[in-house]
């Protein structure tokens, strides 16, 4: 007696479907979309195997960073928004902002990087199924996150604000602000986890196109939710919480209707028997390691800051706005080592280990010599980034001596970056 699944595959023939019952009609159009489908995954996969490195590389690559740059100025324009709020709304965003991030960057480039790799893998050995089942995979370890992060910072968020030094009406602020956006943190990790599968599919125009068009969204709703409009409450620092929350909401919903609609490489099944430890475990075999990565990055900076703020405001000023040019160099990073990654995964997937050797050197050296140059410009012309932030001369002197020691190594930087995206 056959099996469901042996059913399942062999319901064609028997001109009946999975269940049993009498196959539709074939329908033309429908046979013509699902051939052009296959075209275009067979024509992306040709592209990563076979094609010119770099140009295939930086074609992946220019969407992402579009969008990252779009992001991080939206990110610039909300705080000048909450500013408006006053001293105290500003302090508490900027103490909730380390953890923020954290949780970003462990979405996107940690546990993301594992689905992303995994799918690339899985689609370079040919095993679209399995890339398939790796998308839900993904979708419930978002869920998992998002709760931890969420439970995380409901218990401990007080404290933690507090022992950054929060206090009265900043510790309020932080707090609203927190709780708000934290509630949606499953939202966050959803976007983070699905867009990663797309990117190690080689789609980067479609979770580029979802990420761009909300953040157009994001920008009016948050001054309209801090300050009220219309039928619209004034919301205060938690409208800006609520305003992420709205963002992430829609592009989750966006997200999971393309990947069950069937039109891309990748679809997105619901069914609870495609979730698998061992599917599981082959993202967070990746994934776990860059996380704890990311941890002790972050950790990191809130060392070094807290050292430097021994000496004092200025210093502490200084170093802030010229440390923030380093943050400037993530977006192009991570949007060339996704694009590395998923080249390097897909060549390893099909068995191809010297060309996914050569793309990740290849990637690393196109890397080393872009942050390179930067790093020397602003070393060389430190005043040029550090005025637009800062006239007073402690501060400007306090940022040169970091560009002056930091900037001329930013070649290391992208070089050790690339070669742990394609690792």
């Known amino acids: 007696m056959r099996s469901a699944a042996a059913t399942a595959r062999t319901g064609a023939d028997d001109g009946l479907s999975p269940t049993g019952a009498a196959a539709p009609p074939d329908d033309p ?3 013509i979309a699902e051939a052009r489908i296959k075209a275009r995954m ?14 295939t590389m ?10 990252l740059v779009v992001q991080t100025l939206v990110g610039v324009a909300e705080t000048y928004f909450v500013s408006f709020l006053g001293t105290d709304a500003l302090a508490g965003v900027a103490l909730v902002f380390p953890v923020l991030m954290l949780m970003q960057m462990m979405s996107n480039g940690g546990i993301g990087g594992g689905v ?22 993904a979708l419930v370890l978002a869920v998992v996150f998002g709760v931890v992060f969420s439970a995380a910072e409901f218990l401990g968020g007080s404290a933690l604000y507090r022992a950054l030094g929060g206090q009265g009406a900043t510790l309020a602020a932080s707090l609203a602000y927190a709780d708000t956006v934290f509630a949606g943190a499953a939202l966050v990790w959803i976007v983070s986890l699905l867009a990663a599968a797309l990117r190690g599919a080689g789609n980067t125009v479609v979770p580029a196109a979802v990420i761009f068009i909300g953040l157009f969204v994001l920008l009016p709703l948050s ?76 950790l990191t900076v809130i060392l070094v800051t807290g050292i430097v703020g021994l000496f004092g405001t200025n210093a502490i ?7 923030r040019l380093d943050y400037i160099l993530i977006p192009l990073l991570f949007s060339l080592g996704t ?13 191809q280990v010297a060309r996914a050797e050569r793309i990740a050197w290849i990637g690393a050296f196109f890397a080393a010599g872009i942050t390179e140059l930067i790093g020397v410009t602003a070393a060389i012309f430190p005043r040029a980034w550090l005025s637009l932030f800062s ?33």
Do not use: C
């Open 116 to 137: 992303a790799s995994a799918v690339a893998r899985a689609l370079g050995a040919g095993h679209k199924d399995e890339a398939d089942a790796l998308v839900l995979n």
């Open 317 to 323: 000023a200084g170093y802030g706005i010229a440390s």
């Open 42 to 55: 067979l024509a992306r996969r040709q592209a990563l195997l076979n094609g010119p490195i770099l140009p």
């Open 223 to 298: 001054p309209i939710l801090i300050f009220g409009w219309g039928p619209f409450p004034r919301l205060g620092v938690a409208g800006a919480g609520v305003a992420v929350v709205a963002y992430y909401l829609v592009g989750a919903l966006v997200l999971i209707g393309y990947l069950r609609s069937g039109r891309g490489t990748l679809r997105l099944p619901l069914d609870v028997r495609r979730i698998e430890w061992r599917l599981l475990a082959d993202i967070l075999r990746v994934g776990g390691l860059s996380a704890v990565g990311t941890i002790q990055a972050n």
């Open 391 to 423: 006239t007073e001369p402690t501060v400007l002197a306090t940022g040169e001596l970091y560009l002056h020691t930091v900037a001329p190594f930013y070649g290391i930087f992208g070089f050790g970056m690339l070669l742990y995206f394609a690792g």
């Open 29 to 31: 159009e429908a046979d």
């Open 58 to 67: 930086l074609k992946l690559a220019i969407p992402t960073v579009v969008v």
């Open 339 to 351: 694009a590395a990654l998923t080249m390097v995964g897909t060549n390893f997937g099909a068995g």
